[in-house]
């Protein structure tokens, strides 16, 4: 092994030798829930500054904007048409739906606030089906209110999910989200260092 030209290049290396997938879900997980808190962030300076007045709100939200783009970056390197948006969207969404799911659960309302977090958990699988290519955009078009339409849409969709196979004792999952959300349980383990 060549040595590390600096500090560094020498952390990277470390860290990709503790990588068992090409794509350490474990680790970009918790990167994941950093951008959506820069996102948070972005939207709060907007708010401040709106609420008060003051300009120097506002001239903070591109530093955190450059360091949110900078880390998205190390995510989804690469992309094509809309995906770096919609990536950040079903993210901010993500984060959102559990700060309500949260403020739900606090009033005492524990179903709205559970319905609310898998619906948060279901965006966040999506973000990852997303930019593991598990979904093909190609296959997305606006659908008109045909059956067999839709039907052609989830048999595609679900062929692209079939990395998503469930163990002998687990039931199948049905449906896009439900396949995305067990290959996410499979593959982020935050305890995988």
């Known amino acids: ?43 709060h300076l907007v708010f401040s500054g709106a609420k008060t007045g003051k300009t120097a709100f506002y001239d903070l939200i591109e530093d955190i904007r450059e360091k949110r783009k900078n880390l998205m970056q190390k995510i989804i390197p690469s992309y094509e048409g809309e995906v770096w948006c919609i990536s950040k969207h079903l993210l901010a969404s993500s984060m959102r ?28 699988c999506l973000f990852w089906g997303l930019n593991m290519n598990m979904l093909n955009v190609a296959d997305v078009k606006w659908v008109q209110d045909s059956v067999e339409d839709v039907k052609k ?7 692209n999910l079939s990395m998503a196979v469930p163990t002998a004792e687990e039931k199948e999952p049905q449906g896009v989200l439900a396949k995305m959300k067990s290959f996410v349980k499979k593959a982020v383990d935050c305890c995988i260092e």
């Open 97 to 124: 739906l559990m700060e309500v799911g949260t403020k739900q659960q606090s009033l005492g309302h524990k179903d709205q606030a559970y319905d609310l977090f898998n619906q948060a958990y279901e965006l966040y």
């Open 153 to 159: 849409l989830t048999a595609k969709v679900n062929e």
């Open 1 to 43: 092994m060549n040595k590390a030209k600096n500090v560094k290049e020498f952390v990277e290396r470390i860290d990709s030798s503790k990588k068992v997938n090409p794509k350490d879900l474990s680790s970009d997980q918790d990167l994941t829930i950093a951008i959506m808190n820069l996102i948070s962030i972005e939207e």
